[in-house]
């Protein structure tokens, strides 16, 4: 049985009750709002929606941000088939987690987001996936590097045939010629910075717009071509009095 692929609440070992609390939060926002788009995972999802970047490339996109530092993928699970992903029929669903498994393998890591894609697929059928590559972290290269790239490709395989779900790397503009990642894109060489982010997601938003610009467009073609209430002769409309 894989660890990572096993949905699991987050121990809490602080006694204050936090991540529960804000699980409980995520699923009251899914019951009273109507997401275009739903972003899971953890930190690196989080903080993106206290950046400027947030407001000004994905919150005018009806979105969701049901991020949460430290989570794994067996986490995130959990989250998902527990409320999150109720009484909402989003557009896309954008996962990015991974990187905090550091006790799992990059093969149960990589089957553990394979599990949330498909736990995604299960609950929003109409959703367009879109997983996130996990990023490089530490200055210099090192093993979790090398583990997240690993893991990045076994998830490329297995979503291969999982249809509306799509792969995007967010990690080829971060590491420079010499193999260090800059402070100014990573601050802690794990979190990204203003500047990180608009490397890392830009190709994430114009992906998304994309995407939405594509389903209006077949929305507004589906209703041009409906006949109106005077184009039906079964359909007289309202009497005059």
């Known amino acids: 049985m894989n660890p990572a692929a096993v949905p699991t609440p987050l121990e809490d070992v602080q006694g204050d009750g936090r991540w529960l609390s804000m699980h409980n939060r995520f699923v009251n926002q899914a019951r009273e709002m109507e997401p275009d788009v739903v972003f ?77 894609c498909n736990t995604i697929r299960e609950k929003q059928p109409q959703a367009y996936v879109i997983v996130l590559t996990l ?31 799509q792969v995007v790397s967010v990690d080829q503009d971060i590491v420079m010629t010499d193999g260090t990642i800059d402070h100014r894109d990573m601050y802690d060489y794990l979190h990204l910075t203003l500047q990180g982010y608009r490397r890392a997601f830009e190709p994430l938003y114009l992906l998304l717009s994309n995407l939405l610009q594509e389903d209006s467009a077949l929305t507004n073609d589906a209703s041009s071509t409906l006949p109106s209430p005077s184009d039906n002769p079964s359909n007289p409309g309202p009497s005059a009095d």
């Open 40 to 116: 899971v995972g953890d930190s690196l999802i989080a903080n993106l929606q206290n950046t400027d970047l947030w407001e000004k490339w994905f919150a005018p996109m009806h979105t969701l941000n049901f991020g949460i530092g430290g989570d794994q993928t067996q986490h995130v699970l959990w989250r998902l088939r527990n409320g999150e992903l109720e009484c909402i029929k989003p557009k896309a669903v954008v996962v990015l987690v991974g990187t905090n498994n550091h006790e799992h393998t990059a093969a149960e890591v990589a089957g553990g987001i394979a599990e949330i």
């Open 135 to 165: 990023l490089p972290r530490g200055e210099k290269p090192n093993r979790l590097r090398e583990k997240n790239s690993q893991v990045n490709s076994l998830v490329k395989d297995a979503l291969r045939t999982l249809d509306l779900c």
